[in-house]
């Protein structure tokens, strides 16, 4: 019965294949046989390993998988005698058979390119291009898929790496030409924060990307709900196509990852991230994306440390990513993230095997290795009843190699690829290498040697009983040996071939003095021959291998191993206390901070009678002759932002937003803890009238960017007026995007609250309709930075904008207040003094510096009595940085108010504290030290606005981030950590391996007129 | 002190334009009373100093001698408030540019690359509006260098006062300065690029070796049949009368520089130094002074210590190298008012607050080569100096109430101090 089961299973996979429209030149050539591979280890899947065993193929799918079966008659048969089997490969990250495209430099002697050039009936922009599919553009050419032949892969995801919504990607089988097939038109939807090709300005930022991304999304939602009233749109269309495919985000780095899973879970998508390598950096907050990865295996070559001198510019980050990333996978595997494992960035297939071995020696096990190989890459895109596994109907897609793969030793024999073998090395299932006795003519008689494998066999020959051996120079091609050696000064050439069925004997002809006599050889002995069993899958870990721990974050003065996230209750005894409240400064006076609050200020606190139930549950800290503070607050910072501060490809982009690029890993937010600061608003640049939405952060050194935000904290936007956004400065070519005077910024700002005035209607009309109603009409269409600029006009968001020159500031109060909003705060503000009663009467605040001026001609009359006076009358008053340099001395620039101006230094300390965190509206939880507030403090060896100030420790919530003896000790470490690896990259350069040039750290200093 | 205040007074009710250039001194003033700091590190806490026809006569602390004051013009009672030698910025911008962005208002930069012809004196605008802003913190005097190139031309040193350039100059064409090449660094993994910038790097330290060599041979001939300006300019080089100046951060570079230069009989300074720490012995063998990079600064490689820039000047002093400090780098003309506040960091990370003084004002007047006029209250040298109400290396401190430039009193207003004074109006009436 299982008999007849099987031939009709048979008979029906036939059928698919008759069905041929292609006509036939000549007669059909219909190929029916069956091919067995026999007596090999088969790794059907994962879990499933057999022992002398046999494939079964026909044609391009498996007919059958197993030990003793029964074969059918027409079956062709391979003796596959020692060898491993495993199901081929899957790469899901390549361009293969598509021609990649230039990434688009505009140099700054173009104008620049603002809208799109494609016709109208596409996205209008060029780097969103959902419509393109593989399948249209994919044609391999011969010899393209060798090399993931080679590395053992038997079908490719192949895509267009250009663009940001990138299109489809299809899989392909590596055969070419005729047997070239696709095996899914459309696997997946293919998405990068990368622009690519695109020459339009839009998006020139990450965060412009992501603004994009979003409001594609919304557009495609809006266009399919309202097809019948609105243009037809290919690229929506085809999102829309192929909305149920799996999405896959190319990404670069943890942060990017965090990033991308984050607009998936907005949109309730869950992307597969294609990932860098790195994960290992924030492997817990990669795992709780639940995404899987797509990981490569390319690994940073050692640095060229033999220079101590250049290497002080080596940042410790990068070697400890040198000597990470091979542990990348242990990391995933350990994490138990799903992986898939692409050859993407690798040149050979020694490269390929190489860094895997080298990933298993770290730890990976070899079984995950296989399974980011074959199962799990099939099923992330839905492939698993093709391919992935050995069971029978899938397609024929396998490797054989000589071994357990993925040992040194191992080679790869063949590549079968829906049932076509491309052969690599001759599967000899005989080992030559041994003792032979050898005759010619059946009278000399010779003693043979035969060491190593393949092609690299060196022979050995002697006379009988002989102990005078001399080389023997062999070839082997297939079966057939050439044998050439020179005794007594005589020439023997011999050929021949395997003369028996065990492939033990070999015979042949050889010429001797111009007669043809016959020659023999037959082995006595084999070398010896020993085999890794595939279930010995241990982690051979080598014992004097340091494994180098990850810092949070993985770099110089980062956390070993775990992140302060213990809240611990603190007394600070005898210090003077700088309240910002109505105490003023208080001397010799105890503060107590329980779980990361402010609980008590008071005049020696006597615990037991005040909290009789704390016990010993807190830590006294003795303040005596210290100040402690609360922490300082930079209204106007550019630190910790990822590619690109300005969003500089259009004049109105409230939609994008800083809080999407915040930079966990800068490590100026260290140093900034080291000068004090506990809280910043990391603020869109200035190149347009209206830029991004900002972040606000804690300087949580060691969290992710999530975890820094200030939580529940309002919404703020950045405007801009003056040179920046009118291009001033931006060189001669920059002469085409409004505005370019101060007279057409009020008109950009009019026109967009005009819009969004129109925008809240519409919506307002629509909302109004009652449920059937609605349902007949149409929807307005959503739009981020229509949405965005609405939520100013509704209090809902808030303007910080940079200002100079008292014209442009009088006309944006004038045009908030007859769009019935007000501006929060005007940053930099230089001429606020020429106009402070109107600001006092606007509301508006100003944030400025303490002494910057000439370095523009807007700032001419820029004076350092600016802070003074606007306080003097009564705006509330700030210094900021805009620097990350300054952004450590703020404390210094608060006292500038005092030099210049007069200001208290009570009231000077505010500038720096509590009147930003009043414009950040967190002044009823930060900027002083009060019963409730957050913890956020700071204690300094003098008065704080002097010189002579230095931090002790910076506490955030109670927990001290930056503690100037625990520095001291993170210095030792870098330095241990540092030389540790150096030795270690030396040896690696003594070894022989290659290595790379020093590279230091791509120092990204943002202010505002940053162009990036 | 009531003198005092009716030329405080008067300096308030001064009007709206560029600062009036101070008339030589006639009358010869004594300071009283106050802690004045000299500059070479010692410190008088209840002085006298009188200055006559511009040079200081007499330095004496008012409590161990009983002094005739009837012998000055005019005393002024400075009780409870600070004395200090003129301020000098070494390396300096001012009076070449006005405002950064505006290409016009810049003079600091000529086309080409070795140009020891090329000097600032002629271009010193005395009528800066910043300059006025800076010696409203301390800093009286300046070097006044040209960017660009590798040898940026011939500085000049000044007083921040005068009604031209040939009044306010202190020394004339005090030296060339050579921006050492850059090696630089990669920061991506491009091997080639690395190669590429090594093989620049080599062919510009070539074409100095030529430049200097071909100068060095012109100089030594008497007569020329063609006249070569720039191998001129070169003359007082090898003659010793102008410095050389070298720009220089890392290590291979000050090595290959020092080296380099050992072939020459020069007076040699580094300018920048940032490795200078790791090359003490190499440059305190050949007696090289450092004018020390911005003291706040962040540190230049990712690693470094957080407050390493902080610290330099101490480490430095520690290996026995002569330090002054500068503020080149961004905003640099206008930034400079900040140079006290450089030696006060250099003071609360280690170094003595006098030696940090000296850092500003004798030190570098020795590495400029004025010492002999100016750089430390001193009898013989110029009255330069001034008066604050408080420490003038911390902003809490610094308030200058009172200064002289070569004996002359200057005048302490600035077009921001008259902005304010115009806007204080506006509130006041309204």
Same mark, same amino acid.
């Given at each position: 019965?299982?008999?007849?089961?099987?031939?009709?299973?048979?008979?029906?996979?036939?059928?698919?294949?008759?069905?041929?429209?292609?006509?036939?030149?000549?007669?059909?050539?219909?190929?029916?046989?069956?091919?067995?591979?026999?007596?090999?280890?088969?790794?059907?899947?994962?879990?499933?390993?057999?022992?002398?065993?046999?494939?079964?193929?026909?044609?391009?799918?498996?007919?059958?998988?197993?030990?003793?079966?029964?074969?059918?008659?027409?079956?062709?048969?391979?003796?596959?005698?020692?060898?491993?089997?495993?199901?081929?490969?899957? @790469?899901?990250?390549?361009?293969?058979?598509?021609?990649?495209?230039?990434?688009?430099?505009?140099?700054?002697?173009?104008?620049?390119?603002?809208?799109?050039?494609?016709?109208?009936?596409?996205?209008?922009?060029?780097?969103?291009?959902?419509? +393109?599919?593989?399948? @249209?553009?994919?044609?391999?050419?011969?010899?393209?898929?060798?090399?993931?032949?080679?590395?053992?892969?038997?079908?490719?995801?192949?895509?267009?790496?250009?663009?940001?919504?990138?299109?489809?990607?299809?899989?392909?089988?590596?055969?070419?030409?005729?047997?070239?097939?696709?095996?899914?038109?459309?696997?997946?939807?293919?998405?990068?924060?990368?622009? !690519?090709?695109?020459?339009?300005?839009?998006?020139?930022?990450?965060?412009?990307?992501?603004?994009?991304?979003?409001?594609?999304?919304?557009?495609?939602?809006?266009?399919?709900?309202?097809?019948?009233?609105?243009?037809?749109?290919?690229?929506?269309?085809?999102?829309?196509?192929?909305?149920?495919?799996?999405?896959?985000?190319?990404?670069?780095?943890?942060?990017?990852?965090?990033?991308?899973?984050?607009?998936?879970?907005?949109?309730?998508? #869950?992307?597969?991230?294609?990932?860098?390598?790195?994960?290992?950096?924030?492997?817990?907050?990669?795992?709780?994306?639940?995404?899987?990865?797509?990981?490569?295996?390319?690994?940073?070559?050692?640095?060229?440390?033999?220079?101590?001198?250049?290497?002080?510019?080596?940042?410790?980050?990068?070697?400890?990513?040198?000597?990470?990333?091979?542990?990348?996978?242990?990391?995933?595997?350990?994490?138990?993230?799903?992986?898939?494992?692409?050859?993407?960035?690798?040149?050979?297939?020694?490269?390929?095997?190489?860094?895997?071995?080298?990933?298993?020696?770290?730890?990976?096990?070899?079984?995950?290795?296989?399974?980011?190989?074959?199962?799990?890459?099939?099923?992330?895109?839905?492939?698993?009843?093709?391919?992935?596994?050995?069971?029978?109907?899938?397609?024929?897609?396998?490797?054989?190699?000589?071994?357990?793969?993925?040992?040194?030793?191992?080679?790869?024999?063949?590549?079968?690829?829906?049932?076509?073998?491309?052969?690599?090395?001759?599967?000899?299932?005989?080992?030559?290498?041994?003792?032979?006795?050898?005759?010619?003519?059946?009278?000399?008689?010779?003693?043979?040697?035969?060491?190593?494998?393949?092609?690299?066999?060196? !022979?050995?020959?002697?006379?009988?009983?002989?102990?005078?051996?001399?080389?023997?120079? $062999?070839?082997?091609?297939?079966?057939?040996?050439?044998?050439?050696?020179?005794?007594?000064?005589?020439?023997?050439?011999?050929?021949?071939?395997?003369?028996?069925?065990?492939?033990?004997?070999?015979?042949?002809?050889?010429?001797?003095?111009?007669?043809?006599?016959?020659?023999?050889?037959?082995?006595?002995?084999?070398?010896?021959?020993?085999?890794?069993?595939?279930?010995?899958?241990?982690?051979?870990?080598?014992?004097? @291998? $340091?494994?180098?721990?990850?810092?949070?974050?993985? +770099?110089?003065?980062?956390?070993?191993?775990?992140?302060?996230?213990?809240?611990?209750?603190?007394?600070?005894?005898?210090?003077? $206390?700088?309240?910002?409240?109505?105490?003023?400064?208080?001397?010799?006076?105890?503060?107590?901070?329980?779980?990361?609050?402010?609980?008590?200020?008071?005049?020696?606190?006597?615990?037991?009678?005040?909290?009789?139930?704390?016990?010993?549950?807190?830590?006294?800290?003795?303040?005596?002759?210290?100040?402690?503070?609360?922490?300082?607050?930079?209204?106007?910072?550019?630190?910790?932002?990822?590619?690109?501060?300005?969003?500089?490809?259009?004049? $109105?982009?409230?939609?994008?937003?800083?809080?999407?690029?915040?930079?966990?890993?800068?490590?100026?937010?260290?140093?900034?803890?080291?000068?004090?600061?506990?809280?910043?608003?990391?603020?869109?640049?200035?190149?347009?009238?209206?830029?991004? #939405?900002?972040?606000?952060?804690?300087?949580?050194?060691?969290?992710?960017?999530?975890?820094?935000?200030?939580?529940?904290?309002?919404?703020?936007?950045?405007?801009?007026?003056?040179?920046?956004?009118?291009?001033?400065?931006?060189?001669?070519?920059?002469?085409?995007?409004?505005?370019?005077?101060?007279?057409?910024?009020?008109?950009?700002?009019?026109?967009?609250?005009?819009?969004?005035?129109?925008?809240?209607?519409?919506?307002?009309?629509?909302?109004?309709?009652?449920?059937?109603?609605?349902?007949?009409?149409?929807?307005?269409?959503?739009?981020?930075?229509?949405?965005?600029?609405?939520?100013?006009?509704?209090?809902?968001?808030?303007?910080?904008?940079?200002?100079?020159?008292?014209?442009?500031?009088?006309?944006?109060?004038?045009?908030?207040?007859?769009?019935?909003?007000?501006?929060?705060?005007?940053?930099?503000?230089?001429?606020?003094?020429?106009?402070?009663?109107?600001?006092?009467?606007?509301?508006?605040?100003?944030?400025?510096?303490?002494?910057?001026?000439?370095?523009?001609?807007?700032?001419?009359?820029?004076?350092?009595?600016?802070?003074? +006076?606007?306080?003097?009358?009564?705006?509330?008053?700030?210094?900021?940085?805009?620097?990350?340099?300054?952004?450590?001395?703020?404390?210094?620039?608060?006292?500038?108010?005092?030099?210049?101006?007069?200001?208290?230094?009570?009231?000077?300390?505010?500038?720096?504290?509590?009147?930003?965190?009043?414009?950040?509206?967190?002044?009823?939880?930060?900027?002083?030290?009060?019963?409730?507030?957050?913890?956020?403090?700071?204690?300094?060896?003098?008065?704080?606005?002097?010189?002579?100030?230095?931090?002790?420790?910076?506490?955030? @919530?109670?927990?001290?981030?930056?503690?100037?003896?625990?520095?001291?000790?993170?210095?030792?470490?870098?330095?241990?950590?540092?030389?540790?690896?150096?030795?270690?990259?030396?040896?690696?350069?003594?070894?022989?391996?290659?290595? #790379?040039?020093?590279?230091?750290?791509?120092?990204?200093?943002?202010?505002?007129?940053?162009?990036? | 002190?009531?003198?005092?205040?009716?030329?405080?007074?008067?300096?308030?009710?001064?009007?709206?334009?560029?600062?009036?250039?101070?008339?030589?001194?006639?009358?010869?003033?004594?300071?009283?009373?106050?802690?004045?700091?000299?500059?070479?590190?010692?410190?008088?806490?209840?002085?006298?100093?009188?200055?006559?026809?511009?040079? /200081?006569?007499?330095?004496?602390?008012?409590?161990?001698?009983?002094?005739?004051?009837?012998?000055?013009?005019?005393?002024?009672?400075?009780?409870?408030?600070?004395?200090?030698?003129?301020?000098?910025?070494?390396?300096?911008?001012?009076?070449?540019?006005?405002?950064?962005?505006?290409?016009?208002?810049?003079?600091?930069?000529?086309?080409?690359?070795?140009?020891?012809?090329?000097?600032?004196?002629?271009?010193?605008?005395?009528?800066?509006?910043?300059?006025?802003?800076?010696?409203?913190?301390?800093?009286?005097?300046?070097?006044?260098?040209?960017?660009?190139?590798?040898?940026?031309?011939?500085?000049? /040193?000044?007083?921040?006062?005068?009604?031209?350039?040939?009044?306010?100059?202190?020394?004339?064409?005090?030296?060339?300065?050579?921006?050492?090449?850059?090696?630089?660094?990669?920061?991506?993994?491009?091997?080639?690029?690395?190669?590429?910038?090594?093989?620049?790097?080599?062919?510009?330290?070539?074409? /100095?070796?030529?430049?200097?060599?071909?100068?060095?041979?012109?100089?030594?001939?008497?007569?020329?049949?063609?006249?070569?300006?720039?191998?001129?300019?070169?003359?007082?080089?090898?003659?010793?009368?102008?410095?050389?100046?070298?720009?220089?951060?890392?290590?291979?570079?000050?090595?290959?520089?020092?080296?380099?230069?050992?072939?020459?009989?020069?007076?040699?300074?580094?300018?920048?130094?940032?490795?200078?720490?790791?090359?003490?012995?190499?440059?305190?063998?050949?007696?090289?002074?450092?004018?020390?990079?911005?003291?706040?600064?962040?540190?230049?490689?990712?690693?470094?210590?957080?407050?390493?820039?902080?610290?330099?000047?101490?480490?430095?002093?520690?290996?026995?190298?002569?330090?002054?400090?500068?503020?080149?780098?961004?905003?640099?003309?206008?930034?400079?008012?900040?140079?006290?506040?450089?030696?006060?960091?250099?003071?609360?990370?280690?170094?003595?607050?006098?030696?940090?003084?000296?850092?500003?004002?004798?030190?570098?007047?020795?590495?400029?080569?004025?010492?002999?006029?100016?750089?430390?209250?001193?009898?013989?040298?110029?009255?330069?100096?001034?008066?604050?109400?408080?420490?003038?290396?911390?902003?809490?401190?610094?308030?200058?109430?009172?200064?002289?430039?070569?004996?002359?009193?200057?005048?302490?207003?600035?077009?921001?101090?008259?902005?304010?004074?115009?806007?204080?109006?506006?509130?006041?009436?309204?």
């Amino acid at each position: 019965m299982p008999k007849i089961l099987f031939f009709l299973a048979l008979l029906c996979s036939l059928g698919a294949f008759s069905q041929s429209w292609k006509p036939v030149n000549g007669i059909k050539d219909s190929k029916n046989h069956y091919t067995a591979i026999s007596n090999a280890t088969i790794y059907v899947k994962n879990g499933q390993v057999l022992q002398n065993a046999t494939l079964l193929i026909r044609r391009d799918k498996i007919a059958a998988v197993g030990t003793a079966l029964k074969l059918p008659e027409n079956t062709i048969e391979i003796d596959a005698k020692g060898k491993f089997i495993y199901p081929a490969f899957i @790469d899901l990250h390549t361009q293969y058979g598509i021609v990649p495209l230039k990434v688009a430099n505009r140099s700054r002697s173009q104008q620049p390119q603002l809208e799109s050039k494609k016709e109208s009936i596409f996205y209008w922009n060029e780097a969103v291009k959902p419509e +393109m599919k593989a399948a @249209d553009i994919v044609s391999p050419k011969k010899n393209d898929a060798e090399k993931f032949r080679k590395m053992g892969f038997g079908t490719v995801l192949t895509h267009q790496h250009d663009g940001i919504l990138r299109g489809t990607s299809s899989l392909v089988a590596l055969n070419e030409g005729d047997d070239f097939k696709l095996l899914q038109a459309e696997s997946a939807a293919h998405y990068s924060f990368n622009k !690519g090709s695109s020459k339009q300005t839009y998006p020139s930022s990450l965060m412009g990307v992501i603004a994009l991304i979003r409001q594609v999304h919304f557009d495609e939602k809006w266009y399919a709900e309202n097809k019948q009233v609105t243009q037809y749109n290919r690229s929506l269309e085809a999102i829309g196509e192929t909305q149920k495919l799996p999405k896959i985000f190319e990404t670069y780095g943890t942060l990017s990852q965090l990033r991308a899973d984050k607009i998936g879970d907005e949109f309730g998508f #869950q992307f597969i991230l294609k990932g860098d390598g790195t994960e290992y950096e924030r492997i817990q907050d990669i795992k709780t994306t639940n995404a899987a990865l797509i990981v490569p295996i390319t690994f940073p070559k050692p640095y060229d440390v033999s220079d101590p001198f250049t290497t002080l510019q080596l940042p410790l980050a990068f070697m400890k990513a040198w000597e990470l990333a091979p542990q990348n996978l242990r990391y995933l595997s350990n994490a138990e993230i799903e992986f898939a494992i692409t050859s993407d960035g690798l040149k050979t297939e020694k490269e390929f095997y190489t860094n895997l071995r080298t990933a298993i020696d770290q730890g990976l096990t070899r079984t995950a290795a296989i399974k980011g190989l074959t199962e799990t890459p099939a099923k992330l895109i839905g492939a698993s009843e093709m391919i992935g596994t050995l069971e029978k109907g899938k397609l024929a897609n396998f490797v054989i190699y000589s071994d357990t793969v993925f040992q040194e030793k191992t080679k790869l024999h063949a590549t079968w690829v829906n049932g076509i073998q491309h052969a690599y090395e001759p599967m000899s299932f005989f080992a030559y290498a041994g003792n032979y006795s050898l005759n010619i003519n059946k009278e000399t008689q010779f003693d043979l040697t035969l060491i190593g494998k393949g092609s690299a066999m060196k !022979g050995k020959i002697a006379k009988k009983n002989d102990k005078e051996k001399v080389e023997a120079k $062999v070839v082997l091609e297939n079966n057939r040996i050439n044998l050439s050696f020179t005794m007594d000064e005589k020439l023997f050439r011999l050929s021949g071939s395997v003369s028996d069925s065990k492939s033990r004997i070999w015979s042949g002809k050889i010429l001797i003095d111009g007669v043809w006599k016959d020659w023999a050889a037959i082995k006595k002995t084999s070398a010896s021959d020993e085999k890794d069993s595939l279930k010995s899958d241990s982690t051979s870990t080598k014992k004097d @291998d $340091v494994k180098g721990k990850v810092f949070y974050p993985n +770099m110089a003065f980062g956390w070993e191993d775990s992140l302060p996230i213990q809240y611990e209750n603190l007394l600070f005894r005898n210090a003077t $206390v700088w309240t910002n409240e109505a105490e003023g400064i208080l001397r010799n006076h105890d503060v107590f901070v329980v779980d990361g609050k402010i609980k008590m200020v008071g005049y020696k606190i006597n615990m037991e009678v005040m909290f009789p139930k704390m016990g010993n549950n807190f830590r006294e800290i003795d303040a005596t002759s210290l100040h402690l503070t609360s922490g300082i607050i930079d209204e106007h910072s550019h630190i910790a932002i990822q590619q690109g501060v300005n969003e500089f490809g259009q004049a $109105v982009t409230a939609e994008v937003s800083i809080s999407d690029v915040v930079n966990s890993d800068d490590i100026n937010i260290y140093r900034q803890l080291s000068g004090g600061v506990t809280t910043s608003q990391l603020l869109h640049g200035s190149a347009n009238p209206i830029g991004g #939405q900002s972040a606000l952060i804690k300087l949580r050194w060691g969290q992710s960017p999530e975890k820094m935000k200030v939580e529940g904290a309002d919404g703020f936007i950045k405007f801009a007026l003056g040179e920046n956004v009118k291009q001033s400065n931006w060189g001669d070519f920059n002469t085409v995007r409004f505005p370019q005077s101060r007279m057409g910024v009020e008109q950009v700002y009019y026109d967009a609250f005009v819009r969004a005035r129109e925008y809240q209607a519409d919506w307002t009309l629509h909302n109004a309709k009652g449920k059937r109603e609605k349902a007949k009409s149409f929807a307005p269409r959503f739009d981020l930075e229509l949405d965005v600029l609405s939520q100013i006009l509704d209090t809902q968001r808030f303007v910080t904008c940079h200002s100079y020159i008292q014209s442009e500031i009088n006309m944006l109060m004038h045009l908030a207040d007859s769009m019935d909003f007000r501006i929060n705060t005007f940053t930099h503000i230089l001429e606020g003094y020429k106009v402070a009663d109107k600001l006092k009467a606007h509301g508006a605040a100003g944030s400025t510096f303490s002494d910057w001026w000439a370095y523009k001609f807007e700032v001419n009359d820029a004076i350092p009595y600016n802070g003074a +006076m606007m306080h003097q009358q009564g705006v509330l008053t700030g210094f900021n940085s805009d620097d990350a340099e300054m952004g450590r001395r703020l404390n210094q620039e608060a006292a500038k108010a005092v030099k210049y101006g007069g200001v208290s230094e009570v009231e000077a300390w505010k500038f720096v504290t509590l009147n930003p965190a009043k414009m950040l509206h967190l002044g009823d939880r930060i900027g002083s030290i009060k019963e409730g507030k957050d913890a956020d403090l700071v204690l300094w060896t003098d008065n704080p606005l002097s010189i002579y100030a230095k931090v002790v420790t910076t506490y955030i @919530d109670g927990i001290a981030y930056y503690d100037a003896e625990r520095d001291a000790e993170l210095r030792k470490k870098v330095q241990t950590e540092r030389e540790r690896l150096v030795v270690k990259m030396l040896n690696e350069k003594k070894a022989g391996k290659p290595t #790379q040039p020093i590279k230091k750290e791509k120092k990204v200093l943002y202010e505002c007129d940053t162009l990036e | 002190m009531k003198n005092f205040i009716v030329i405080i007074a008067c300096f308030l009710s001064m009007s709206v334009g560029a600062q009036t250039p101070a008339t030589p001194q006639t009358k010869s003033i004594l300071l009283v009373g106050a802690k004045a700091h000299l500059g070479n590190g010692k410190v008088i806490p209840n002085a006298a100093i009188g200055f006559r026809n511009g040079k /200081i006569d007499m330095v004496l602390s008012s409590i161990d001698i009983r002094m005739d004051s009837t012998k000055y013009d005019e005393v002024i009672n400075c009780k409870g408030k600070h004395i200090y030698p003129g301020f000098i910025a070494p390396n300096s911008r001012l009076g070449l540019v006005e405002i950064g962005a505006v290409r016009a208002t810049s003079d600091q930069r000529e086309v080409g690359q070795f140009k020891p012809h090329v000097r600032s004196l002629i271009a010193f605008n005395t009528e800066s509006r910043i300059t006025s802003t800076v010696r409203t913190n301390g800093v009286l005097m300046a070097e006044v260098a040209p960017v660009g190139g590798v040898i940026t031309g011939t500085s000049s /040193i000044f007083n921040l006062d005068g009604w031209n350039w040939e009044d306010a100059v202190l020394k004339e064409d005090n030296g060339i300065h050579i921006n050492w090449p850059r090696i630089r660094t990669s920061m991506d993994t491009d091997k080639k690029k690395d190669v590429e910038w090594k093989e620049r790097y080599s062919k510009s330290v070539a074409e /100095i070796k030529e430049f200097f060599t071909e100068a060095n041979a012109y100089n030594k001939g008497e007569y020329h049949l063609e006249k070569n300006i720039r191998f001129e300019a070169m003359k007082p080089v090898f003659s010793k009368k102008k410095k050389v100046f070298i720009h220089a951060d890392r290590v291979q570079e000050i090595t290959d520089a020092v080296y380099f230069f050992d072939a020459y009989d020069f007076e040699l300074v580094l300018v920048g130094g940032y490795d200078a720490w790791l090359l003490a012995d190499l440059l305190k063998d050949r007696s090289i002074p450092v004018i020390l990079r911005r003291v706040h600064e962040l540190p230049m490689n990712q690693d470094d210590d957080v407050d390493l820039p902080y610290k330099m000047p101490k480490i430095l002093t520690d290996k026995g190298i002569l330090v002054s400090l500068e503020n080149s780098g961004s905003m640099e003309a206008m930034g400079t008012r900040n140079l006290p506040f450089y030696a006060g960091t250099a003071a609360a990370y280690g170094v003595d607050k006098e030696a940090a003084l000296a850092m500003i004002t004798l030190n570098t007047a020795k590495i400029l080569g004025i010492d002999a006029l100016v750089g430390s209250i001193e009898e013989g040298k110029y009255a330069t100096l001034f008066i604050s109400e408080g420490d003038a290396l911390d902003m809490r401190g610094n308030q200058v109430s009172l200064a002289f430039i070569q004996g002359k009193q200057i005048e302490l207003t600035n077009s921001q101090k008259e902005l304010y004074q115009k806007y204080s109006k506006k509130y006041e009436s309204e």
